[in-house]
Protein backbone atom coordinates (compact mmCIF):
# COMPACT_ATOMS: atom_id res chain seq x y z
CA UNK A 1 0.00 0.00 0.00
CA UNK A 2 1.04 3.63 -0.47
CA UNK A 3 2.60 5.50 1.73
CA UNK A 4 0.96 8.74 3.32
CA UNK A 5 2.05 11.49 4.87
CA UNK A 6 0.24 13.80 7.30
CA UNK A 7 0.93 16.86 9.59
CA UNK A 8 1.40 15.53 13.05
CA UNK A 9 -1.37 18.10 14.63
CA UNK A 10 -3.61 20.76 13.41
CA UNK A 11 -5.91 23.33 15.41
CA UNK A 12 -9.38 24.37 14.29
CA UNK A 13 -11.78 26.89 15.57
CA UNK A 14 -15.28 25.44 16.75
CA UNK A 15 -17.98 26.07 14.17
CA UNK A 16 -15.01 26.66 11.34
CA UNK A 17 -13.97 24.08 8.38
CA UNK A 18 -11.35 21.91 9.01
CA UNK A 19 -9.28 21.04 6.62
CA UNK A 20 -6.57 18.38 6.58
CA UNK A 21 -4.43 17.45 3.78
CA UNK A 22 -2.78 13.94 3.08
CA UNK A 23 0.13 13.82 0.84
CA UNK A 24 0.05 9.71 -1.27
CA UNK A 25 2.37 10.71 -3.96
CA UNK A 26 2.89 7.07 -4.56
CA UNK A 27 -0.69 6.16 -4.99
CA UNK A 28 -1.76 3.73 -7.95
CA UNK A 29 -4.65 3.52 -9.99
CA UNK A 30 -6.37 0.69 -8.31
CA UNK A 31 -6.04 2.36 -4.51
CA UNK A 32 -8.84 3.97 -2.94
CA UNK A 33 -8.15 6.92 -0.14
CA UNK A 34 -9.84 6.37 3.23
CA UNK A 35 -10.34 8.47 6.39
CA UNK A 36 -10.64 7.13 9.64
CA UNK A 37 -10.45 8.87 13.10
CA UNK A 38 -9.77 7.79 16.78
CA UNK A 39 -11.45 9.70 19.24
CA UNK A 40 -9.31 8.88 22.44
CA UNK A 41 -9.43 5.41 23.45
CA UNK A 42 -12.08 4.16 20.71
CA UNK A 43 -12.27 2.23 18.06
CA UNK A 44 -11.44 4.08 14.82
CA UNK A 45 -14.02 5.12 13.31
CA UNK A 46 -14.73 5.04 9.39
CA UNK A 47 -14.78 8.71 8.16
CA UNK A 48 -15.26 8.26 4.21
CA UNK A 49 -13.26 6.62 1.37
CA UNK A 50 -13.13 7.47 -2.71
CA UNK A 51 -11.25 6.33 -5.66
CA UNK A 52 -10.71 9.56 -7.63
CA UNK A 53 -14.15 11.55 -7.62
CA UNK A 54 -14.87 14.01 -4.69
CA UNK A 55 -17.13 12.42 -2.05
CA UNK A 56 -19.41 13.94 0.24
CA UNK A 57 -21.48 11.96 3.06
CA UNK A 58 -23.13 13.23 6.26
CA UNK A 59 -19.67 13.48 7.76
CA UNK A 60 -17.36 14.90 6.26
CA UNK A 61 -16.31 15.91 2.41
CA UNK A 62 -13.04 14.18 0.73
CA UNK A 63 -11.50 16.01 -2.14
CA UNK A 64 -8.98 14.00 -4.06
CA UNK A 65 -6.85 16.59 -6.75
CA UNK A 66 -6.55 15.32 -10.55
CA UNK A 67 -3.58 13.78 -10.13
CA UNK A 68 -4.53 11.63 -7.29
CA UNK A 69 -1.38 12.74 -5.07
CA UNK A 70 -3.08 13.90 -2.29
CA UNK A 71 -6.42 14.61 -0.76
CA UNK A 72 -8.08 16.77 1.74
CA UNK A 73 -10.47 15.79 4.52
CA UNK A 74 -13.10 18.92 5.01
CA UNK A 75 -15.33 18.68 8.18
CA UNK A 76 -17.48 21.34 7.21
CA UNK A 77 -18.62 22.47 10.62
CA UNK A 78 -16.19 21.19 13.12
CA UNK A 79 -16.96 20.45 16.57
CA UNK A 80 -15.33 19.87 20.13
CA UNK A 81 -16.40 16.26 19.57
CA UNK A 82 -14.66 16.22 16.37
CA UNK A 83 -11.35 16.62 18.54
CA UNK A 84 -9.39 12.97 17.69
CA UNK A 85 -6.88 11.27 15.23
CA UNK A 86 -7.47 11.68 11.58
CA UNK A 87 -6.15 8.53 9.73
CA UNK A 88 -5.66 8.86 5.73
CA UNK A 89 -4.94 5.23 4.65
CA UNK A 90 -4.40 4.53 0.38
CA UNK A 91 -5.69 0.88 0.49
CA UNK A 92 -4.72 -1.74 -2.70
CA UNK A 93 -7.05 -3.87 -4.28
CA UNK A 94 -5.15 -6.81 -3.04
CA UNK A 95 -4.76 -7.78 0.77
CA UNK A 96 -7.06 -7.33 3.67
CA UNK A 97 -5.20 -4.61 5.92
CA UNK A 98 -5.16 -1.47 7.11
CA UNK A 99 -2.42 -0.02 7.16
CA UNK A 100 -2.76 2.96 9.88
CA UNK A 101 0.09 5.42 10.17
CA UNK A 102 0.18 8.13 13.20
CA UNK A 103 -2.21 10.49 11.67
CA UNK A 104 -2.94 13.59 12.48
CA UNK A 105 -3.91 14.61 15.94
CA UNK A 106 -7.35 17.43 15.30
CA UNK A 107 -7.82 19.68 18.58
CA UNK A 108 -10.80 21.79 18.38
CA UNK A 109 -10.76 24.86 20.47
CA UNK A 110 -13.81 26.80 21.83
CA UNK B 1 -22.88 2.05 14.87
CA UNK B 2 -21.88 -1.20 13.20
CA UNK B 3 -22.74 -4.54 16.20
CA UNK B 4 -19.56 -5.12 17.41
CA UNK B 5 -19.11 -5.80 20.90
CA UNK B 6 -15.62 -7.06 22.44
CA UNK B 7 -14.87 -8.91 25.96
CA UNK B 8 -13.23 -8.29 28.55
CA UNK B 9 -12.80 -4.64 27.85
CA UNK B 10 -9.98 -4.79 29.92
CA UNK B 11 -7.45 -7.63 31.51
CA UNK B 12 -4.71 -7.74 33.74
CA UNK B 13 -2.44 -10.60 33.70
CA UNK B 14 0.50 -12.73 34.16
CA UNK B 15 3.47 -13.18 31.89
CA UNK B 16 3.12 -17.09 30.80
CA UNK B 17 -0.52 -17.16 31.19
CA UNK B 18 -3.02 -17.97 28.35
CA UNK B 19 -5.22 -14.92 27.39
CA UNK B 20 -8.52 -15.26 24.71
CA UNK B 21 -9.82 -12.29 24.07
CA UNK B 22 -13.46 -12.31 22.19
CA UNK B 23 -15.11 -10.52 19.74
CA UNK B 24 -18.68 -10.78 18.77
CA UNK B 25 -21.02 -9.31 15.85
CA UNK B 26 -24.59 -8.89 14.77
CA UNK B 27 -23.77 -7.68 11.24
CA UNK B 28 -23.99 -10.92 9.50
CA UNK B 29 -20.35 -9.88 8.00
CA UNK B 30 -18.16 -12.59 6.60
CA UNK B 31 -15.17 -11.10 7.64
CA UNK B 32 -13.29 -10.42 11.02
CA UNK B 33 -9.80 -9.21 12.16
CA UNK B 34 -7.58 -8.24 14.72
CA UNK B 35 -5.25 -5.94 15.15
CA UNK B 36 -3.12 -4.42 17.91
CA UNK B 37 -2.71 -0.96 18.43
CA UNK B 38 0.59 0.33 19.95
CA UNK B 39 2.67 4.02 20.26
CA UNK B 40 4.86 5.28 17.10
CA UNK B 41 3.08 1.88 15.28
CA UNK B 42 -0.29 2.32 14.47
CA UNK B 43 -2.71 -0.52 13.95
CA UNK B 44 -1.08 -3.67 12.56
CA UNK B 45 -2.98 -6.75 11.74
CA UNK B 46 -2.63 -9.52 13.60
CA UNK B 47 -5.03 -11.94 12.17
CA UNK B 48 -7.85 -12.36 10.09
CA UNK B 49 -10.91 -14.91 9.09
CA UNK B 50 -12.78 -14.99 5.72
CA UNK B 51 -15.50 -17.48 6.89
CA UNK B 52 -16.32 -20.14 9.61
CA UNK B 53 -13.20 -22.27 10.52
CA UNK B 54 -10.91 -19.91 7.46
CA UNK B 55 -8.70 -17.98 9.55
CA UNK B 56 -5.31 -16.59 7.99
CA UNK B 57 -2.12 -14.59 9.73
CA UNK B 58 -1.36 -11.20 9.21
CA UNK B 59 1.67 -8.72 9.62
CA UNK B 60 2.20 -9.37 13.89
CA UNK B 61 0.81 -13.16 14.10
CA UNK B 62 3.42 -14.96 16.46
CA UNK B 63 2.69 -15.68 19.56
CA UNK B 64 -1.01 -15.54 18.89
CA UNK B 65 -3.93 -17.90 17.47
CA UNK B 66 -7.87 -17.49 16.77
CA UNK B 67 -10.75 -18.99 16.12
CA UNK B 68 -13.72 -18.58 14.67
CA UNK B 69 -16.69 -21.90 15.11
CA UNK B 70 -19.70 -19.76 14.21
CA UNK B 71 -20.14 -16.21 11.73
CA UNK B 72 -21.04 -13.91 14.57
CA UNK B 73 -17.69 -15.09 16.62
CA UNK B 74 -14.09 -14.38 16.15
CA UNK B 75 -11.16 -15.33 19.30
CA UNK B 76 -7.91 -14.50 19.75
CA UNK B 77 -5.68 -16.31 21.94
CA UNK B 78 -2.27 -15.41 23.44
CA UNK B 79 -1.08 -19.03 24.14
CA UNK B 80 1.56 -17.57 26.72
CA UNK B 81 0.87 -14.03 27.51
CA UNK B 82 4.31 -11.98 27.34
CA UNK B 83 4.97 -8.07 28.49
CA UNK B 84 5.60 -7.65 24.59
CA UNK B 85 1.65 -7.97 23.97
CA UNK B 86 0.26 -5.51 26.35
CA UNK B 87 -1.31 -3.34 23.52
CA UNK B 88 -4.70 -2.13 22.90
CA UNK B 89 -6.73 -4.55 20.85
CA UNK B 90 -9.30 -3.72 18.35
CA UNK B 91 -11.24 -6.24 16.42
CA UNK B 92 -12.93 -5.22 12.78
CA UNK B 93 -15.53 -6.60 10.53
CA UNK B 94 -15.99 -5.92 6.56
CA UNK B 95 -19.09 -7.28 4.38
CA UNK B 96 -16.17 -8.06 1.93
CA UNK B 97 -12.46 -7.84 1.37
CA UNK B 98 -12.42 -5.80 -2.10
CA UNK B 99 -11.23 -2.33 -1.42
CA UNK B 100 -14.11 -0.41 -1.87
CA UNK B 101 -15.72 -1.63 1.32
CA UNK B 102 -14.85 -0.39 4.41
CA UNK B 103 -14.33 -2.35 7.82
CA UNK B 104 -15.84 -1.24 11.37
CA UNK B 105 -13.86 -1.40 14.22
CA UNK B 106 -15.09 -2.54 18.09
CA UNK B 107 -14.14 -0.58 21.17
CA UNK B 108 -10.91 -2.57 22.21
CA UNK B 109 -9.43 -4.52 24.50
CA UNK B 110 -6.95 -2.74 26.67
CA UNK B 111 -4.57 -6.11 27.67
CA UNK B 112 -1.93 -5.70 30.26
CA UNK B 113 0.34 -8.04 31.13
CA UNK B 114 3.11 -7.90 34.45
Known amino acids: ?100 GTGTSLTVIP | DAGITQSPRHKVTETGTPVTLRCHQTENHRYMYWYRQDPGHGLRLIHYSYGVKDTDKGEVSDGYSVSRSKTEDFLLTLESATSSQTSVYFCAISEHPAVSYEQYFGPGTRLTVT
Open chain 1, 1 to 100: DAKTTQPPSMDCAEGRAANLPCNHSTISGNEYVYWYRQIHSQGPQYIIHGLKNNETNEMASLIITEDRKSSTLILPHATLRDTAVYYCIVRANTGNQFYF
